[in-house]
């Protein structure tokens, strides 16, 4: 973890960062301050054939500082970009698209700078989680207006498109009437049209239903293995779970960590969590769990049960078996800290 200073309004220097301790590691060391001379190979925070590549990239808006000394890469296949509201997702996502310029460091995308080549620029798509489509437009308009400013020869293409994201049988509707979920859709065929080799989305799957985030999560999937170089963000943490193997995770502005969900929690194993169990032998499991090494305090309200532990594996593997010896049956258990801002949290300690 590291400490930003901030900096006065209109100044030209960089936030400063002074270190407070080491980042958490998932399967390697996790830090934003590899070096140009490049990072280790099994660092999760690279891949080994980047598209596009991010180094010590920093940006402030007068004092609020929105990025701190981000070191990381992006390949071929999906990715999942993870952090809590204001984490800095959306400014790394703009600047990798050219839209923002750091303050320091730098991003490239298929080794030039997406902020001033104009062929770097057509080959990114950002599908923005912002309302950013002319209300008046129908779907068919936004899609064919997309082509013909990418100056797109395949006249079929936009209805292709259109039918990618289950849209054509709306296709003629005002997009000021969709639903969020279907504005999304359209911001995404209208993204597709362009053919991008880099397509980066913010916060996709808002508003869609589980059917229609069903047919995103296959729809970025198969882009991913079609070769594209593809950038999800997302807050909730099982949507990009099944969605991305491979995470990126910012906290104020930081990597915090990268790798997979499975490495990041193992990462936390050690660490206290909470579970939440109901049982109506609540008292007498209590007991017994109170006896256990790997539980650190027991709480009971009626038939609930809150157990806390640094080694909740453990505990897992105990619960069941405690249960049965007291002929405990139990209704529920669930952690209490398992939500993506619990787990950003931890990694910040």
């Not at 400013?149 to 997009?175: E, I, M, N």
Request: contains cysteine.
């Amino acid at each position: 973890m590291a400490v930003t200073d901030r900096v006065a309004p209109g100044s030209d220097t960089p936030p400063r960062t002074t270190s407070t301790g080491p980042a958490v590691a998932t399967t390697a060391v996790v830090a934003g301050t590899a070096g140009p001379a490049g990072a280790p190979a099994l660092d999760p925070a690279f891949v080994p054939d980047p598209t596009v590549e991010v180094r010590g990239a920093s940006v402030w808006f007068g004092q609020k500082v929105a990025l701190t000394d981000v070191t990381c890469s992006f390949g071929p296949g999906v990715t999942g970009l993870l952090g809590p509201n204001g984490a800095g997702k959306t400014t790394l996502m703009r600047a990798m698209c050219g839209l923002l310029k750091l303050n320091e460091g730098r991003v490239t995308v298929v080794g030039a700078d997406p902020h001033s080549d104009r062929a770097v620029q057509a080959a990114v798509t950002l599908v923005p989680e912002d309302e950013a489509v002319p209300p008046a437009l129908t779907a068919r308009r936004l899609v064919r207006y997309t082509a013909a400013l990418h100056r797109v020869t395949d006249r079929s293409l936009p209805d292709r498109c259109l039918a990618t994201v289950g849209l054509v049988d709306v296709a003629d509707r005002k997009v000021g009437g969709f639903s969020k979920g279907m504005r999304q859709r359209a911001k995404i065929a209208a993204a597709l049209v362009t053919n991008p080799r880099v397509l980066v989305l913010d916060e996709p799957l808002n508003g869609a239903d589980p059917v229609q985030r069903v047919a995103l999560i296959e729809l970025f999937q198969a882009l991913g293995r079609q070769g594209r170089t593809v950038v999800v963000s997302s807050h909730v943490l099982n949507e990009v779970e099944r969605l991305a193997t491979r995470q990126i995770v910012l906290v104020r502005g930081r990597l915090a960590a990268a790798g997979t969900h499975r490495a990041i929690r193992d990462a936390l194993a050690d660490r206290p969590r909470s579970v939440l169990v109901r049982t109506p032998a609540a008292r007498a499991l209590a007991r017994s769990l109170v006896a256990l090494d790997t539980v650190r305090g027991v709480t009971v309200d009626g038939p609930t049960v809150v157990v806390s532990s640094e080694r909740a594996g453990e505990l897992a593997a105990q619960l069941p078996v405690v249960a049965r010896d007291v002929g405990a049956r139990l209704h529920e258990v669930r952690p209490l800290d398992d939500s993506l801002e619990s787990t950003f949290r931890e990694l910040l300690r």
